[in-house]
């Protein structure tokens, strides 16, 4: 199995700055999934705008109370009046309200958005989930499983911090910027246009440093991959690493990347870092000058002393957002390229499927033709070419050849997995194109070397053969595959949970339990595969008596490993390169001295 | 100096605005500047300081880990099992390493500013600062508490991630089952389930953190909100001025604000100490096999001698393996047969020392195993394991696994013995071929060839093979054999197999049952007296063919 490299996928997650191809069209079909909740969004919109307002109105709010303050202490030096309290404590109580409202706005935007991200969420991943069902078995074949596993976990979960924190995000820093810019011309245009000065300078500061970064930060996460494959497979393959005296060498590969990894990352961490410094700088720059200015400007009596307060905060409020938007930037563009990724499984081509059955397959009793078939996985290379067998119900085909000969091709075609190219498969009169699958399926029971199973209880995994199995059904099946007895040994019997990838049984006890759940469905037709070389001698015996019982009276296909089955089959089909080279019954094959005859005898050649 | 700006700033405003003094505004605005360059080239150096002391923290981390990891012996890697030790050699460093930096780069500054930002509120106005005294428990109380609700939520969301991926994963792969039994709609539904599981639990834990915003934020403002009402009293009362209202505001959000810091490192750090926790529970392990360059040097294995020999995994109860006596000679082939868990691959891990035996002595050339120089031991071993494992790469540095400057015809020899040349020609780059990881772009009978190949090229006084012949069909399974015999005659060879046929003619056959021996033999021998064997031949239903 593969798929399992989680420390793989982080690495390459790591590289982050990932472009989507069609940022547009990405951007534009992750936004219809948010249009059903255009009413929900558009108060998000709303409060987002209100909470900020009052936010912005803040600073000018609270200078007033300090030009009060400066005014009532004038005004009590010369004698001639006293703080005017009265006035002071009603702006305090409007502020205090401006607040409160602004949180509870900025409260209910949040607990709005949050919903609509869960909504959006489940539903793209509910959608992914529906496509993978419609997907052919091409697809799961041609991607790996950690690819799409990642896609719909770590690529649909960017989406949704980003849909929760960045699009608030975005409104908030425009309304910040518009409003705090409002506020400051509406306070002096001088100072403002200082203001609005220092702003091209960290933008450019910023981005020399993130240019100047980016290239330690490429060099950082290849090593940081790099060294974490070398984790992996060092790790992995440790009996080898010990057989072979591979420490050393190991250890200085590892050394020299986790060097290499090293550089880069202090580099880059620290020339990133120097942003935040410069920032500073740059913002007490301005916060001076406001300062020194703003002083100049009160003593001409230009402005109030508490609009330089004002003002001070507001240089601050307003370069923030600009800052900010680098990284939101970032955010969205890894947020497309996310989006691709996903969108990608959902644009994957679905297989046809038919949507009246022309036929029906209720009543089957085996008899299978391929008649004049074609089949290639791709274009370039024809793999079966009018191949035309003719099994009569109740008779065993086994399948041999060397390995990687391609037996499964025919399993392949047999459950449609994959479509022929031409030619037909009948089974009792019936062109097998012309139901669905679901009901041509119906008509086969499989066992695969590759015995998956579930998290879940014995009595379900068997079951699972069947729709609403009784436990007497599961225990009759299990009986028959010669399960009971092991399973009856177990504390928990039928309840036994099976961990994931079934790791509490052995092998052999997982090839009885798939042997049991294609008893349960009891179809006309088998589909066995005998490979056991993991199985122990006394288990294999009990497989063996198993896949007897199943044959009986069945229509069987059976890819074969043992001589005995081979030997007794009714039809030989012999494969190699992924083409059926011969066919006939063992005599014929023997016969006629071709391949068939070879690898009988290469059995015995030692 | 950050504290000295608003300081300053309220200089400026008391002395400078208020009285009318130009050249003293000038004058404080120069000083301001020179503090605040001053500051910028402190962080400056502070961040490099940090960058490099974290990066490099995580860096010896790293360094130590592997190299102690490498040291560990099979019984070591069995006991904490792969995936859980690459997970602690890279996502617990990599998380101690965040952690470690946010930590120089914060945490460091926090206390400073919390303590700096108190000490210059207090100084300008100590009965002001009572207003602190109220807000700051309130925050802190609102941080304490999120933090309790919002860490099970954390932990139960993660759950369900689990959950929802394991669905996926063996709706991934077991694809063909699924469609096989039509049982798509009912996987659908188990995925639905899932899915609402997780988004019921992630709006939940959602909405508790973003409510923490507004909260704090209003905690915040309330307190500027304080602090003006009391100030301008204060003012009034003549014990400050106006201008050190404005820097008192600052200094609170400086406080403010470090102690919100200080809730993140502490939402942070439990994570880094679980980290930080199972890699020392790795360090402390030491591994029970050292290879290192004491012992005896060994110029070639002639004889291989297991005396009443026992074996018995630690912790374990029972002895896998007991009263083993057996020897092999130069030139002989040993096999070795057995059911699954009768002891066969523990019995072949003894050679190499992957596990030390527990009873009985293992004698090579006539002297003790443990007596050896273990890495010259190894060195005279070609090892077959059996899972075939390939390298990234190509089969070139695949194949120099076995031997470091193998030349090309050493490598060819070795392919043609193990029956890999056949296809390796096929491929377009020969040798050159690109391995990928794992060596998933071959078949599983051509990994096996590889990895014969690679330890024929040793020319190892000792060939084993463990189940090494199981992905090869009869034909070439017997090609191979033949080959064996007729290139590497003179050394020793131990072939654990499953199939009766691939060890028929070895010179001795034991029969392993149970971890004791049922039989030892020939083929004929065996068949006339050991009912195991008999049994196993049996049911592979070759009697009488």
């Given at each position: 199995m593969t798929g399992k490299t989680p420390t793989r996928n982080k690495a390459k997650e790591n590289i982050g700055m990932e472009k989507a191809t069609n940022f547009k069209g990405t951007l534009r079909r992750l936004i219809k999934y948010l249009a059903s909740y255009k009413l929900a969004l558009i108060v998000v919109f709303i409060l987002t705008i209100l909470s900020n307002i009052f936010t912005v109105i803040g600073p000018k709010v609270m200078g007033l109370v300090t030009t009060k303050l400066l005014d009532g202490i004038r005004l009590k030096a010369e004698g001639t009046g006293s703080i005017n309290f009265g006035y002071i404590r009603n702006i305090l109580l409007i502020l205090g309200g401006m607040y409160l409202l602004s949180a509870v706005f900025s409260y209910l935007q949040r607990y709005l958005m949050t919903g609509v991200t869960q909504k959006v969420i489940y539903t793209l991943r509910k959608e992914v989930d529906e496509k993978l069902s419609k997907l052919p078995l091409k697809y799961y074949d041609e991607n790996q499983v950690g690819d799409i596993l990642s896609r719909v976990t770590n690529d649909v979960d960017k989406i949704s911090t980003a849909l929760q924190q960045t699009v608030p995000q975005l409104i908030t820093s425009v309304v910040t910027i518009v409003g705090v810019l409002v506020m400051m011309l509406s306070i002096s245009l001088s100072l403002s246009i200082i203001t609005v000065l220092v702003i091209p300078l960290s933008f450019l500061a910023t981005k020399r440093i993130a240019k100047l970064s980016q290239k330690y930060f490429i060099i950082q996460s290849n090593s940081l991959g790099k060294l974490n494959a070398h984790i992996e497979e060092m790790y992995s393959g440790h009996n080898i690493v010990k057989a072979f005296g591979m420490e050393d060498k190991s250890k200085e590969e590892f050394d020299e990347t986790n060097e290499t990894l090293y550089k880069s990352s202090y580099r880059a961490e620290f020339i990133s870092g120097l942003i935040r410094p410069i920032m500073t700088l740059v913002d007490n720059l301005a916060y001076i000058a406001v300062a020194v200015l703003g002083g100049f400007l009160v003593l001409k009596q230009r402005i109030s002393i508490g609009d330089v307060q004002a003002f001070t905060q507001y240089s601050k409020e307003f370069t923030q957002p600009i800052v900010r938007s680098a990284d939101i930037i970032n955010t969205i563009q890894a947020t497309i390229a996310s989006a691709e990724r996903v969108f990608a499984i959902l644009d994957e081509d679905e297989i046809f499927e038919i949507t009246r059955e022309e036929a029906n397959l209720d009543r089957v009793k085996g008899r299978v033709e391929f008649k004049n078939v074609c089949f290639s996985y791709n274009k370039d290379e024809k793999l079966i070419e009018d191949m035309n067998i003719l099994v009569e119900p109740g008779d065993t085909v086994a399948i041999v050849g060397p390995t990687g000969a391609g037996k499964t091709t025919l399993v392949n075609l047999l459950m449609r997995f994959y479509d022929i190219d031409s030619g037909q498969i009948?089974?009792?009169?019936?062109?097998?194109?012309?139901?669905?699958?679901?009901?041509?399926?119906?008509?086969?029971?499989?066992?695969?070397?590759?015995?998956?199973?579930?998290?879940?209880?014995?009595?379900?995994?068997?079951?699972?053969?069947?729709?609403?199995?009784?436990?007497?059904?599961?225990?009759?099946?299990s009986k028959i595959a010669q399960s009971d007895f092991f399973i009856k040994t177990l504390q928990d019997g039928y309840t036994t949970v099976l961990e994931e990838d079934a790791d509490n049984i052995s092998q052999g006890q997982k090839q009885l339990l798939t042997i049991a759940r294609a008893i349960i469905s009891n179809p006309p037709i088998m589909i066995l595969d005998e490979a056991t070389s993991s199985v122990d001698t006394r288990t294999e015996v009990l497989i063996q008596k198993a896949m007897k019982k199943v044959m009986e009276g069945r229509t069987s296909f059976v890819i074969a490993h043992?001589?005995?089955?081979?030997?007794?089959?009714d039809l030989i089909l012999v494969m190699k390169d992924g083409k059926i080279i011969e066919q006939g019954n063992h005599i014929n094959l023997m016969k006629a001295q071709g391949f068939y005859y070879d690898l009988y005898n290469s059995q015995f050649a030692a | 100096m950050e504290f000295y700006l608003p300081n300053l700033m309220a200089k400026i405003v008391n002395n400078g605005i208020i009285t009318g003094n130009q050249a003293y505004i000038l004058s404080m605005g120069f000083r301001m500047l020179i503090v605040s360059i001053l500051a910028g080239i402190s962080m400056v150096i502070i961040s490099y300081h940090s960058s490099r002391a974290s990066i490099?923290?995580?860096?010896?981390?790293?360094?130590?880990?592997?190299?102690?990891?490498?040291?560990?012996?099979?019984?070591?890697?069995?006991?904490?099992?792969?995936s859980s030790l690459i997970t602690r050699t890279t996502n617990d460093v990599n998380q101690i390493e965040m952690v470690f930096l946010m930590f120089l780069r914060m945490m460091i500054r926090a206390p400073f500013m919390l303590v700096g930002g108190l000490i210059m509120a207090i100084n300008k106005n100590a009965k002001l600062s009572l207003v602190l005294a109220v807000s700051m428990p309130i925050l802190l109380a609102i941080i304490y508490i999120a933090g309790k609700k919002g860490i099970p939520m954390f932990k139960i969301v993660q759950e369900k991630i689990d959950g929802l991926n394991l669905v996926l994963r063996e709706k991934l792969t077991g694809v063909r089952v699924i469609r096989a039994f039509s049982r798509e709609d009912y996987e659908e539904v188990r995925f639905d389930n899932r899915n609402q599981e997780l988004s019921g639990a992630n709006l939940k834990v959602d909405r508790l953190i973003q409510s923490l915003f507004p909260i704090i934020n209003l905690v915040l403002n309330f307190t500027i909100v304080g602090v003006l009402w009391f100030g301008s009293e204060q003012v009034d009362m003549g014990n400050m001025e106006?201008?050190?209202?404005?820097?008192?505001?600052?200094?609170?959000?400086?406080?403010?604000?470090?102690?919100?810091?200080?809730?993140a490192i502490f939402i942070i750090v439990p994570r880094a100490v679980a980290s930080a926790d199972r890699i020392v529970e790795i360090m402390n392990i030491d591994p029970t096999i050292l290879v290192d360059n004491s012992g005896e040097e060994i110029e070639q294995i002639e004889s291989i001698v297991f005396k009443d020999v026992g074996f018995k995994y630690p912790e374990a109860e029972e002895k896998v393996l007991s009263d083993l006596n057996f020897s092999v000679d130069k030139g002989q082939t040993l096999a070795i047969i057995g059911g699954t868990g009768s002891g066969k691959t523990t019995l072949i891990n003894l050679i190499p020392r992957f596990y030390d035996i527990t009873s009985g002595e293992i004698l090579i050339n006539g002297k003790e195993l443990r007596k050896y120089n273990l890495k010259e031991i190894r060195g005279r071993i070609g090892f077959v394991p059996q899972k075939a494992v390939l390298f990234s790469g190509d089969i070139k540095s695949n194949l120099k696994v076995g031997k470091r400057d193998a030349s090309l015809e050493e490598m060819e020899r070795a392919a043609r013995i193990s029956q890999a040349e056949e296809f390796i020609n096929t491929l377009e780059n020969k040798y050159d071929s690109l391995v990928a990881q794992g060596g998933k772009n071959f078949s599983g009978g051509q990994k096996q060839r590889l990895t014969i190949a690679r330890a024929l090229i040793r020319d190892s006084d000792v060939f084993i093979f463990d189940d090494s012949f199981s992905a090869l069909d009869f034909k070439t399974d017997a090609k191979l054999r033949k080959a064996l015999k007729e290139e590497v005659s003179d050394a020793i060879k131990i072939i654990v197999a499953q199939r009766v046929s691939s060890i028929m003619d070895a010179d001795k056959i034991l029969v392993l049952n149970k971890g004791k021996i049922a039989g030892l033999g020939r083929h004929k021998e065996l068949m006339d007296s050991c009912e195991v064997y008999r049994e196993i031949v049996e049911s592979q239903a070759m009697e009488g063919e």
């Open positions: 009948i089974i009792d009169g019936v062109d097998v194109s012309n139901v669905t699958r679901q009901s041509l399926r119906k008509v086969f029971g499989m066992v695969l070397q590759d015995t998956w199973l579930f998290k879940g209880s014995i009595e379900d995994n068997i079951g699972y053969g069947k729709e609403d199995a009784s436990l007497s059904e599961v225990e009759m099946a043992r001589l005995s089955t081979i030997k007794n089959a | 490099g923290f995580s860096k010896d981390i790293r360094q130590d880990i592997f190299g102690h990891i490498t040291k560990f012996s099979i019984g070591e890697f069995h006991d904490l099992g792969t106006v201008g050190d209202i404005m820097a008192f505001i600052q200094y609170v959000m400086m406080i403010m604000f470090s102690l919100i810091m200080f809730s």
